[in-house]
C-alpha cells in the first residue's frame, strides 16, 4: 500500500463519512481533472475537505486541487466498503440531518420558552409576582416559617444549582460545539499556511467557507441556549418568591440590625441594604450561594459541559 492509499485509509478509520467525501472528491476529479470547494461544498462538510487537504491527498494544481496518485486512493476507497450509499440516498441523508439540526427545540422546548417569557412579566407587573409567589409560597413557605431566611435561600440556591448542572448536561448539546470549534481551528490553520506561501486563491476559499458556516453559529447558540429555557424556567419563580417576600411580605426581613453581612457588616435596612451597589443582600446571598453550589454538584457527579467533537 502506498503511502497516500495508507493516508486515505487512516482518515476513513477515523471517521466512516471520510469514504463517502473522498468518494465525492474522486468523482469530481473524474469530470475535470481538477477539484475545486464549490465542486464538492453541496456534498461534503468544509471539515471534511479541509481534513483531506491537509493529510495531502489533495495538492494544489493550475486552478484548483488534484488527487495525488488517485488511483492508489480509489483502491483504498473500493476496498474500505463503505461507499455503499448512493448520492441520492446520501443526500436523502443529508437533507434529514438539516431537518433535524433546524427542529432541534422540541414542541415542549418552545412551551418552556413562551413560559419562560411570560414569568418575566412578573418582575414588573404586581399581580402576576403576587399569583406567582402565593403559589410558590406554598411549596417555600414551610421551610421559611422554621429556618432564618438565610438558610431559606440556602435550600433554593442548592435546588437550583443542582437541577441547573443536570439540565445542562442532559439538554446541552456540546458535540455541536466541539465539532463547530474544530471546524474553525481547521480553516484558521489553513488560512496560516495559505498566507506564508501569499496563495490568494486558497484564502478566497476559506473566506467562502468561512461565509458558509456562520449557519453553523446557529446550531451552536440553539444548542448551548436550548437548556438555559429550562433552567429560567424553573428558576424564575423561584425569583419572584423571593421578590415577593422580601418587597410584598418583609416581616421580619427589614430591622436594622438583624443580619451581619460579610464584609458589609450589620445591614441597616435588612435583606433590603445595597451591598454591591445597587445590588440587594437578598440577591447577592442567592447567586453567590447558587454558583458555589452549581460548581460542588458539578464536581461531586462529573458533569463536564466542555465542547466535544463529534
Not at 3 to 21: G, V
Request: aromatic share 8%; glycine share 8%; with cysteine.
Amino acid at each position: 500500500m502506498g503511502r497516500t492509499a495508507e493516508k486515505a485509509t487512516t482518515l476513513m478509520e477515523e471517521d466512516e463519512a471520510m469514504a463517502d467525501a473522498l468518494a465525492t472528491v474522486l468523482r469530481a476529479a473524474d469530470e475535470s481533472g481538477e477539484v475545486a470547494w464549490v465542486d464538492v461544498k453541496a456534498e461534503i462538510t468544509s471539515g471534511q475537505w479541509g481534513r483531506i487537504i491537509q493529510t495531502g491527498i489533495l495538492t494544489e494544481g493550475s486552478e484548483g486541487f488534484v488527487v495525488r496518485d488517485v488511483d492508489e486512493v480509489r483502491t483504498a476507497v473500493e476496498e474500505s466498503g463503505l461507499t455503499s450509499q448512493s448520492t441520492t440516498a446520501r443526500e436523502a441523508e443529508e437533507a434529514s440531518r438539516d431537518d433535524e439540526e433546524d427542529t432541534s427545540w422540541t414542541q415542549w422546548d418552545k412551551a418552556a420558552g413562551l413560559a419562560t417569557v411570560l414569568l418575566f412579566v412578573g418582575y414588573w407587573w404586581n399581580p402576576a409576582r403576587d399569583l406567582v409567589g402565593g403559589t410558590m409560597d406554598t411549596l417555600i413557605g414551610p421551610i421559611d416559617a422554621v429556618v432564618p431566611f438565610y438558610a431559606t435561600i440556602l435550600v433554593l440556591a442548592l435546588v437550583t444549582g443542582l437541577y441547573s448542572a443536570l439540565l445542562q448536561a442532559n439538554l446541552m448539546d456540546t458535540s455541536v460545539m466541539g465539532e463547530h470549534q474544530e471546524k474553525m481551528k481547521a480553516l484558521q490553520e489553513r488560512r496560516k499556511k495559505a498566507k506564508e506561501r501569499e496563495d490568494d486563491e486558497e484564502l478566497d476559499r476559506i473566506q467562502e467557507e468561512q461565509m458558509e458556516m456562520m449557519g453553523d453559529q446557529i446550531d451552536v447558540f440553539k444548542a448551548q441556549f436550548r437548556p438555559m429555557v429550562w433552567i429560567m424556567l424553573f428558576t424564575i419563580p423561584v425569583f419572584l418568591w423571593l421578590y415577593w417576600r422580601v418587597f410584598d411580605n418583609p416581616g421580619g426581613l427589614t430591622e436594622a440590625g438583624q443580619i451581619v453581612f460579610p464584609i458589609a457588616g450589620e445591614l441597616e435596612n435588612g435583606w433590603r441594604t445595597g451591598v454591591i451597589g445597587p445590588m440587594q443582600a437578598w440577591i447577592v446571598w442567592y447567586v453567590v450561594c447558587s454558583i458555589a453550589f452549581a460548581q460542588v454538584v458539578r464536581k461531586t457527579l462529573n458533569i463536564n459541559l466542555t465542547p466535544t467533537g463529534t
